[in-house]
């Protein structure tokens, strides 16, 4: 079926950017250094300064940098992290791929992870907590920070979706130990293929890093441990540097988008907020109803493409479901009301207006629960 208004739209139509992304592949062709070349570094530094942070290391994926950045630590088995239940399921594999045991807290109704659900399931095990700034807003990180040091344990951003989001005029990144991002093609700061990027100010971190990217060598020939290639690519990192040009604009549409999402739908579902001091990146527009199931059929026929972010807590996957530990009774209540709308840079305020007129007819036409 053909969706007159797609979920989501990776062309690039935009007769600009399309010439400067040419432009920048056609540069690496000319001067051959394929593997970790000059656009790596330069990367790497324009990432770090976005972030307000000293290093950063660019890697393979998003998925990469969360297990590369828990290597690095030298988390292993015995060690318990404490993350939420409610994310994509490579935040839980980052964890149990280095032996460690992923423990899962609650949510809160903004979709992130509850504090005081956190503090509960420490053990004497813990070694620190992966707070995941879902759908780019970012958590309640003074909370997260001041436990963590109560209890000396690390915290480290799951920042995937939330680059170029703040809090208090903080960006993603800057709160914990580390911060890790993924540029997957599908996140708002996205490459057009697979990157990664892990922040951090510390100088030994950003050493263990570099080396863990490469099968845990040094200088490229003596491995200290075994580890597996996870390099960002040269051509990827040289797109991302023209779309990092380009990515306020991005960030102010996508506001611009959720504000009007926002405009016309409070007063019918419960739309995503902003407290006072947030500024999220809406990498998805997550909106909340009891009738999440019916309004999704109605707007499919309608041919407007929506999707369930994500339907199975991280805990209910077949590959942790039996031996999960921790609490999330509200996220399971939760992801049954959860829907994402369509928000991204094709959409025009016709599109929002058409995708909020399908969900206020809904609504007018039968009664709400
Ligand atoms: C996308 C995503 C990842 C993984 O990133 P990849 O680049 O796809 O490996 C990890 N955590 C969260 C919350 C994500 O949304």
Known sequence: MINDIPFLDLRVTNAGERQEIMEAVEKVLDHGQIVLGPEVMELEERIAAACSRKFSVGVNSGTDALYLALRALGLGQGDEVITTAFSWIATANAIRLTGATPVFADIREDLNLDPASVESLITPNTRGVLAVHYTGKICAM????????????????????????????????????????????????????????????????????????????????????????????????AILLRRLARFKAVIEKRRELAHAYHERLAHFVRVPLEAPGEEDVYYTYTIQTDRRNELMDHLEKMRIETKIRHPILMPEQPAYCEQARGTWTRASAIIRRILCLPIHDKLTMHDIDRVSDGIRGFFARSPTS
């Open 142 to 237: 003074s909370e997260l920070q001041a436990l963590t040091e109560r209890y000396g344990l690390w915290l480290i951003e799951d920042a995937a979706q939330a680059f170029g989001a703040r809090l208090n005029g903080r960006p993603a990144g800057s709160f914990g130990t580390m911060g890790c991002f993924s540029m997957n093609p599908m996140k708002v700061f996205a490459a057009l293929g697979e990157a990664g990027m892990v922040v951090t100010d510390r100088g030994d971190l950003v050493v263990r890093l570099q080396a863990l990217r490469y099968n845990g060598t040094v200088n490229r020939e003596t491995c200290l441990e075994p580890s597996h290639n996870g390099r960002l690519d040269t051509l990827q990192a």
